[in-house]
Structure formats: C-alpha cells, structure tokens
C-alpha cells in the first residue's frame, strides 16, 4: 500500500513559484508511478505529470510543459512539482497520487490511480 502526503501549496501571484511536495510511505519498491493531477472548481481532474518509480523518466501535460519541472528524491521517497510561471489558470487543488506499473499512455488517465492524497491548494492571482 501507498500512502501519500501532500505540502507545499499557497496563494501567489502571477509569475512566482510554488514548489509542491508529495511524501511516499508504506511500499517503497517499483516500479510505479508518482502522478501530480489538479482540479480547478467545476472542471474535473486533470493530469499534470508524472515521474517513474526510478526518477529517469517523466511526463508532462502540454500545458505545464516547460514551466513545470516534477522530480524524485529517493532517498527520502519524495517527489517534488516545482512551479514556475505561475498562471492565473493554474489556480487548483493539487493531488499526488501512486499507480503501479511503468509510464504509458494510461499514466495520463485519472483512474488508472489507485492511491490519492488529500491533495494542497494553489491560488494564483492576477
């Protein structure tokens, strides 16, 4: 089992960054998948990226593409979302979550997680 906790949200302005962290315990072994999704009010949940088991290998909606970096630290078993840029749009509660597996088309898609955090508020104002 996994067990996620998420940190690191805020209100900031247009342009600054945030840095979200996402804190893994119970199974530490691979391969998975550490996911950040979010979900704007009234919209429903998107894919934001996603990271491998083994760090090496990551994904990316287009539209973070290039403002948004994702990371693992395994030696703490923490994967990072460092923001950058930050747009009024980004504006979402941000959602860590874990999927067993390798990265695929299906590491996009909402339920093919099975383990999700309590997820940390962005505010981006303009």
């Known amino acids: 089992q996994f067990l996620q906790v998420e940190s690191g949200g805020g209100l900031v302005q247009e342009g600054d960054s945030l840095r979200l962290s996402c804190a893994t315990s119970?199974?530490?072994?691979?391969?998975?998948?550490t996911g950040w999704f979010r979900q704007a009010p009234g919209k429903e949940r998107e894919f934001v990226a996603a990271?491998?088991?083994?760090?090496?290998?990551?994904m990316y909606a287009d539209s973070v593409k290039g403002r948004f970096t994702i990371s693992k630290d395994n030696t703490n078993n923490t994967v990072y979302l460092q923001m950058n840029s930050l747009k009024p749009e980004d504006t979402a509660v941000y959602y860590c979550?874990?999927?067993?597996?390798?990265?695929?088309?299906?590491?996009?898609?909402?339920?093919?997680?099975?383990?999700w955090g309590q997820g940390t508020q962005v505010t981006v104002s303009s």
């Open positions: 119970g199974r530490t072994f691979g391969p998975y998948i």
């Open positions: 990271v491998a088991w083994s760090g090496g290998d990551t």
């Open positions: 979550a874990v999927t067993t597996g390798r990265l695929s088309i299906a590491t996009r898609i909402t339920r093919a997680y099975s383990h």
